[in-house]
T-cell receptor, first 116, second 115 residues
Framework: AQTVTQSQPEMSVQEAETVTLSCTYD???????LFWYKQPPSRQMILVIR??????QNATENRFSVNFQKAAKSFSLKISDSQLGDTAMYFC?????????????FGSGTKLNVKP | DTAVSQTPKYLVTQMGNDKSIKCEQN?????MYWYKQDSKKFLKIMFS???????INETVPNRFSPKSPDKAHLNLHINSLELGDSAVYFC??????????????FGSGTRLTVV
């Protein structure tokens, strides 16, 4: 079974600073995908960034980047130059292809507060 | 232009009632899902349909019944609502099979409150 663990229930960061959210996962698969989703107070789930396990290069999307350590099964999210709009719940997710569909496993989330 | 739309966004109802939540996606995706997010924000999958065929049916009371009339729609019907059913229900879709998965596209959620 796949599990996704986010060990930080809540974090705070000052505006313009950098923060790193942790995520570890457990799997015996070799081919899978990892995602970070953001859920602001509006409740909408928004894809932030994704990483293919077969790619060694860390994914980057503007101020968001990941540190993917496949051997350690770690997938942390770094947010640079934090903005007030980054305040949200962040969910790490693991996805593998199973039969003819994709199956997702979500972590329990990290609540990020960006302070002015 | 909404990719995954759920209706209603809010639903307040009394215990024992039957209610439905509708979901439609215009992305041409093959697979649709229902997730329940509890008060602690934990996301738990309930059902998944791939091209109208049920492929995931987690441990969910049989008071919950999904219906997929076509691959663009996945509705959730709940009978005999209980207090513990209060949660946010998310519909999502994904394009599976060919190509690199791009992850889920979520609807905006339906906040169900049972009183």
């Amino acid at each position: 079974a796949q599990t996704v663990t986010q060990s930080q229930p809540e974090m705070s960061v000052q505006e313009a600073e950098t923060v790193t959210l942790s995520c570890t996962y457990d799997t015996s698969e070799s081919n899978y995908y990892l995602f970070w989703y953001k859920q602001p107070p509006s409740r909408q789930m928004i894809l932030v960034i994704r990483q293919e396990a077969y790619k060694q290069q860390n994914a980057t999307e503007n101020r968001f980047s990941v540190n993917f350590q496949k051997a350690a099964k770690s997938f942390s999210l770094k947010i640079s130059d934090s903005q007030l709009g980054d305040t949200a719940m962040y969910f790490c997710a693991f996805m593998k292809h199973e039969a003819n569909f994709n199956k997702f496993y979500f972590g329990s989330g990290t609540k990020l507060n960006v302070k002015p | 232009d909404t990719a995954v739309s759920q209706t209603p966004k809010y639903l307040v109802t009394q215990m024992g009632n039957d209610k439905s939540i509708k979901c439609e996606q215009n992305l041409g995706h093959d697979t649709m899902y229902w997730y329940k997010q509890d008060s602690k924000k934990f996301l738990k999958i309930m059902f998944s349909y791939n091209n109208k065929e049920l492929i995931i049916n987690e441990t969910v009371p049989n008071r919950f019944s999904p219906k997929s009339p076509d691959k663009a729609h996945l509705n959730l019907h709940i009978n005999s609502l209980e207090l513990g059913d209060s949660a946010v229900y998310f519909c999502a879709s994904s394009q599976d099979g060919r190509g690199t998965p791009r992850g889920y596209t979520f609807g905006s959620g339906t906040r169900l409150t049972v009183v």
